[in-house]
Nanobody
Framework: QVQLVESGGGLVQAGGSLRLSCAAS????????MDWYRQAPGKQRELVAAISSGGNAGYADSVKGRFTISRDNAKNTVYLQMNSLKPEDTAVYYC???????????????WGQGTQVTVSS
């Protein structure tokens, strides 16, 4: 079993910054991909940023130049640095990971519990 625990959400004014963290623990051999998604009220969940174990990263157009995803493979942790936040960034942010399980050696996917980010205007 693998757990993803997120932290770092909160309330911030427009133009401010927040840093989200997501730590994976459990029966892990490796984590090929760690991603951040978000879901605003009444909207579908959308991919915000993704990063491979080798550090290749990709971003949604709406956050390019403002958000930076990074990871610490030794700690099985992914980060999302969010700068120049806008009210439209308000959402629940979810961590998602594709994990090679040490029990089955299969690729399995997991979601974190989500962390609320609220940006006031």
């Amino acid at each position: 079993q693998v757990q993803l625990v997120e932290s770092g959400g909160g309330l911030v004014q427009a133009g401010g910054s927040l840093r989200l963290s997501c730590a994976a623990s459990g029966s892990i051999v490796s984590i090929p991909s760690m991603d951040w998604y978000r879901q605003a009220p009444g909207k579908q969940r959308e991919l915000v940023a993704a990063i491979s174990s080798g550090g290749n990263a990709g971003y949604a157009d709406s956050v390019k130049g403002r958000f930076t995803i990074s990871r610490d493979n030794a700690k099985n942790t992914v980060y999302l640095q969010m700068n120049s936040l806008k009210p439209e960034d308000t959402a629940v942010y979810y961590c998602y990971a594709i994990v090679i399980s040490s029990r089955s050696f299969r690729e399995l996917s997991y979601w974190g519990q989500g962390t609320q980010v609220t940006v006031s205007s």
